[in-house]
């Protein structure tokens, strides 16, 4: 399987940050890349899929890059809706996995 | 607005058969763009997808779960079903069901649309 290995873990931020998220594919996954958004206690929310194609209706303040094996999720001007878990998850092959998510959390 | 929903029991015994249905509204089940599966995720923890089910009956089961995972589906009820044999602790998670976009070029594994998700305990 494709491990999938985000970082950091958990971060700090305050509103109106600019922050970035790193993922990680053991191997070269093309741009079959997703990030998740979740919330406590809600299902994952699809974001960005194809690397960089944002969801219907996600803001645009959320971006996604990279193709191989090293993406970013950047969130440019953080709000407070923003904090949450944020994964991953490759789907160029089975079985499809996930980052370990990334906690963002208020300063 | 498409919907699922996760029903089934929340409290399991230990080497007993966890089972679990996604009722879908909004939408149907036997459209050719779309696959259905089952994801997981223990307390505290990250995700886990356990397996997937095209309108036809074909699935694909995580490897790691294969010889205990039975996914089904009724077209006739809008319904896709998960069944976990032989439960221990380990399986003790939020279960969501999700769908699943056939993506082009690519397989069946980008989840778009996620259920609530439902809480499995697995104890005595």
């Known amino acids: 399987a494709i491990r999938m290995t985000q970082s950091p873990s958990s971060l700090s931020a305050s509103t109106g940050d600019r922050v970035t998220i790193t993922c990680r594919a053991s191997?070269?996954?093309?741009?079959?890349l997703a990030w998740y958004q979740q919330k406590p206690g809600k299902a994952p929310k699809l974001l960005i899929y194809?690397?960089?194609t944002l969801q219907s209706g996600v803001p645009s303040r959320f971006s996604g890059s990279g193709s191989g094996t090293d993406f970013t999720l950047t969130i440019s001007c953080l709000q407070s809706e923003d904090f949450a878990t944020y994964y991953c998850?490759?789907?160029?092959?089975?079985?499809?996995?996930f980052g370990q998510g990334t906690k963002v959390e208020i300063k | 607005q498409l919907q699922l929903q996760e029903s089934g029991p929340g409290l399991v015994k230990p080497s007993e058969t966890l089972s679990l249905t996604c009722t879908v509204s909004?939408?149907?089940?036997?459209?050719?763009?779309?696959?259905w599966g089952w994801i997981r995720q223990p307390p505290g923890k990250g995700l886990e997808w356990i397996g997937s089910?095209?309108?036809?009956?074909?699935?694909y089961y995580n490897p790691s779960l294969k010889s205990r995972v039975t996914i089904s589906v009724d077209t006739s009820k809008n319904q896709f079903s998960l069944k976990l044999s032989s439960v221990t602790a380990a399986d003790t998670a939020v279960y969501y069901c999700?769908?699943?976009?056939?993506?082009?070029?690519?397989?069946?594994?980008?989840?778009?649309?996620w259920g609530q998700g439902t809480l499995v305990t697995v104890s005595s």
């Open positions: 191997q070269g996954i093309s741009s079959y």
């Open positions: 999700a769908r699943i976009v056939v993506v082009v070029g690519g397989p069946p594994l980008l989840f778009d649309y």
């Open positions: 909004g939408g149907s089940i036997s459209s050719s763009s779309y696959y």
């Open positions: 194809a690397a960089s």
């Open positions: 998850q490759q789907y160029y092959s089975y079985p499809p996995t």
């Open positions: 089910i095209y309108y036809s009956g074909s699935t």
